[in-house]
């Protein structure tokens, strides 16, 4: 059929596909290409899209005819081996495509779409007076222009979409359309100046000078060039502007009479320096017993679980880790929960590895997430340890030697959305095993199932550490009865008279104090006094939060906002009422209560720029800020000195939510955020505020029995067929149509009974069934240890494909959720 000198590849699609396309390419191509190459390809009626080539071969395609390539884009693959295979392996675990997984693992910057240009068509007739007043618009705007593209046609309209005006004009044969490929990624130039080569001889200072005799200002320009010549070789235009006081066109003058030449350097926008001063600390005997003990546990698990109380030195151990992978010139990944972590974390590394550190995560730029990519593939002294966030699991190491999951419960690991919805920890020792590498998990708190999987199943190897640095003690826990304070009327505001008093005393001992509310804002409901009315939110079924810095009420969920309202609503009443706080509440009582202390607010509100975690956390840690209040963000291991006092507003949140984890991720919380406190040589106080004090987890939490949470709770997992002892995969259906979700949910619910009987859960409503104008359906489907995980995924995906080919729910999204904990 076709000529022996015609190849075929398969490429990867940055789309929801359940599979790659092929392409053909000439012999030169075949000849020239590899695996992993970026190459520009056409999908669909005139889409240009940037694809991943997955395999040469020469087998055409019987469904289609192969459409050619566009072009190749790379010299050398973006993407190695071993990320293919964490692809393939993913995508059958997770049941997700090879295109979601390209699309979240690739910086946004390598994935090149082509955009729309549009210009006039030449050869058409057409008769201007009938056109519309935009369709004029756009074709005035494109007389003394060649062409536009979508974005400014937009502008010109003043429309967020001009594509019907773009249908009408293209309709009249007016406009012709063509795709071009934009480069997203631009490396960062520097532009510096040197002397021209006239200049460049023995004599050169002495005949410049008398050049520039009458020329005082240009004389003293060519001087300070030659202070900073003798620090620096590469002279920046910004430094000679700062150093001699001048402007931009006096310098462009000297370049322009050839006194200098500029010319410009490639840098990497995100550079550590190399300040490796300090040697590691000195571990105490409990960090080598236990250095020690990982090392033995090594030699017969790939994985082992570091159980270390909070403040027990876990990161030394880590880096001594670190450094025996990087004596052996492997590489080492880092993985943290949060990216406020990040930032701590660094400057305690760089210490040790200077810079050799490269820090990864979804808060850098396009471009910058390009150059740790390429450092991380090129194998460059620059990104011999990356530290990160869970995205970090994507970049193309090629000598990995040790992946380190610090802080492994964090329910922050796992994606929830978009696809692929992937578990960081899990995931992460997959891709240590491609490497055959080691991977140490540490907490002290480990998840349920990291715990069992090392104490029960001995699948990993498992190391504690019960003692705190420098014996410190473990801080004292107490509880105080809300119930009891209020009847007794001894609260102020949400603060007992027991929480005031320890504040008062930490500040006066000069030490620092964190609040911990588990909700931002100011008050979660507003509502009317006289009627009870209360603004919801109409794209989703959930009330709206009041934030008061804005004074606004806006939606979590969807971000859909309204101005605070005066007057009710629905009845016009004038006394609306706050329910229910935030830390927003919380900053401002706390003010009010200690107007001396300097208050901060560590949130989702407060930290959405790249650098306010570094600005607030730092603040902090240098004393400018005596009262930090914040979420979970401030539970997350981080690693403040002067912390005396910890105080937990409100302990019931966490513990009433309906999830089978409550009870552990409650322990979980509250041991983390007790560990803030006391971490150097005094004890430290914790305070926790609850209407409940005898609650089971509230009295494990208070003397750190992490042993009988664990125990209490495994049982009722295996009563009520829960993880460890089952797998959970969850089905969510949306769509705007109610009814629509509704009978595709009962369609597949009794599909997937009539398989697996009574291990299909649902179909129910979530808590908020309705989310940015589409109602939610769930579905869960229980996997027990002794049915094949295979098996069941291969069911599910026929299933799926039978209901999306069933005409009336096509339209319905299904999301799958494997490990949906």
Not at 169 to 197: F, G, M, T, W
Not at 339 to 358: E, K, M, P, W
Not at 420 to 443: N, Q
Not at 745 to 770: C, D, I, M, Q
Request: proline letters at 3%.
């Amino acid at each position: 059929m076709h000529a022996i000198n015609v190849f075929f590849i398969d490429v990867i699609l940055p789309l929801s596909l359940e599979r790659n396309f092929t392409y053909a390419i000439t012999k030169a191509e075949a000849n020239f290409v590899k695996r992993g190459f970026r190459v520009a390809v056409p999908f669909g009626k005139n889409k240009v899209y940037t694809g991943l080539v997955y395999n040469i071969h020469d087998k055409e395609p019987t469904a289609y005819e192969a459409k050619s390539i566009h072009s190749i884009l790379d010299d050398s693959p973006v993407v190695n081996d071993y990320q293919f295979k964490l692809w393939e392996w993913m995508s059958s675990y997770y049941l997700c495509t090879m295109g979601e997984i390209m699309r979240a693992a690739m910086p946004n910057a390598f994935l090149l779409e082509s955009e729309t240009i549009i210009s006039l068509n030449p050869k058409s007739g057409f008769d201007v007076n009938a056109f519309k007043d935009d369709e004029y618009l756009v074709y005035e705007a494109l007389q003394p222009q060649t062409s536009l593209k979508v974005y400014e046609i937009n502008a010109i309209v003043d429309r967020k979409n001009s594509f019907p005006v773009l249908k009408r004009l293209l309709d009249q044969n007016v406009i012709a359309l063509e795709q071009e490929l934009s480069e997203k990624y631009k490396p960062k130039l520097i532009r510096c100046v040197r002397l021209h080569p006239n200049y460049q001889h023995e004599n050169g200072l002495q005949e410049l000078i008398e050049t520039l005799k009458s020329a005082s200002k240009q004389r003293e320009i060519v001087l300070s060039y030659f202070n900073l010549a003798t620090s620096t070789k590469q002279i920046k235009v910004a430094d000679l502007k700062t150093k001699s006081n001048a402007t931009s066109s006096q310098i462009k003058t000297l370049i322009d009479k050839a006194v200098f030449e500029d010319y410009h350097y490639q840098t990497d926008r995100i550079k550590f320096e190399d300040s490796k001063a300090d040697a590691a600390k000195e571990l105490n005997t409990y960090q080598i017993a236990a250095l020690e003990e990982i090392d033995q546990q090594f030699e017969a698990h790939n994985t082992v679980l570091l159980h270390g109380v909070t403040s027990s030195g876990k990161t030394e151990i880590y880096v001594k880790k670190i450094e025996a992978i990087l004596a052996q010139g492997q590489q080492a990944l880092y993985l943290v929960p949060e990216i406020a972590l990040t930032s701590q974390l660094v400057q305690r590394l760089q210490q040790y590895f200077g810079n050799q550190i490269a820090v990864y995560h979804s808060r850098y730029s396009q471009n910058e997430r390009v150059e740790v990519w390429n450092h991380v593939l090129n194998q460059s002294e620059n990104a011999r340890v990356v530290i990160g966030a869970r995205s970090s699991v994507f970049l193309p190491f090629s000598n990995l030697g040790l992946v380190i999951v610090d802080e492994e419960h964090e329910q922050s690991y796992k994606q929830f959305d978009p696809s692929p919805r992937y578990h960081a920890r899990d995931t992460a020792i997959v891709l240590a095993a491609l490497y055959e590498a080691k991977t140490l998990l540490g907490s002290a708190t480990p998840s349920i199932e990291s715990f069992y999987n090392a104490t029960k199943e001995n699948k990993f190897g498992y190391v504690a550490i019960t003692k705190r640095f420098n014996n410190v003690l473990m801080p004292e826990i107490e509880l105080v009865d809300l119930t009891d304070k209020y009847k007794r009327k001894r609260m102020t505001g949400h603060f007992s008279d027991r929480l005031i008093t320890e504040i008062k005393e930490a500040l006066d001992a000069d030490f620092q104090v964190i609040l911990f509310q588990n909700r931002r804002g100011f008050s979660p409901i507003v509502s009317c006094n006289t009627c009870g009315h209360t603004p919801e939110c109409p794209n989703c079924d959930v009330s709206l939060t009041f934030h008061q810095y804005k004074n606004q009420l806006r939606c979590h969920y969807c971000s859909h906002t309204i101005a605070m309202q005066l007057t009710c609503g629905a009845c016009g009443g004038v006394e609306i009422d706050s329910k229910g706080f935030g830390t927003e509440q919380i900053q401002q009582e706390v003010e009010l209560l200690f107007p001396e202390a300097k208050v901060a607010r560590m949130d989702l509100d407060t930290t959405r720029g790249k650098y306010s975690y570094d600005r607030i956390i730092s603040s902090f840690e240098n004393k400018e800020v005596d009262i930090l209040v914040g979420t979970q963000m401030v539970t997350k291991g981080l690693d403040f000195r002067h912390v005396k006092l910890v105080g937990v507003l409100n302990a019931d949140q966490l513990i009433n939510f309906p999830d089978f984890r409550a009870h552990e991720r409650s322990f979980q919380l509250l041991q983390q955020v007790a560990g803030r406190a006391g971490r150097t040589d005094a004890r430290g106080k914790v305070i926790i505020q609850t209407y409940n004090p005898h609650h089971t987890i509230l009295q494990q939490v208070s003397i750190n029995d992490y042993e009988s949470m664990f125990i209490e709770q495994l049982e009722d997992r295996r009563i009520y067929k829960y993880p460890p002892f089952c797998r959970i995969i969850k089905l969510t259906l949306k769509h705007k149509d109610y009814n629509k979700v509704n009978d595709g949910a009962e369609w597949l619910a009794t599909s997937l009974r009539h398989v697996f009987k009574t291990n299909v859960l649902g179909p129910e409503s979530p808590v908020v069934s309705r989310i940015r104008n589409q109602y939610h359906k769930n579905i869960l489907l229980k996997v027990p240890q002794n049915q094949s995980l295979v098996k069941t995924k291969s069911v599910l995906q026929k299933i799926k494909m039978r209901f999306l080919s069933t005409s009336n729910f096509r339209a319905v999204r299904l999301l799958i959720n494997v490990d949906n904990y």
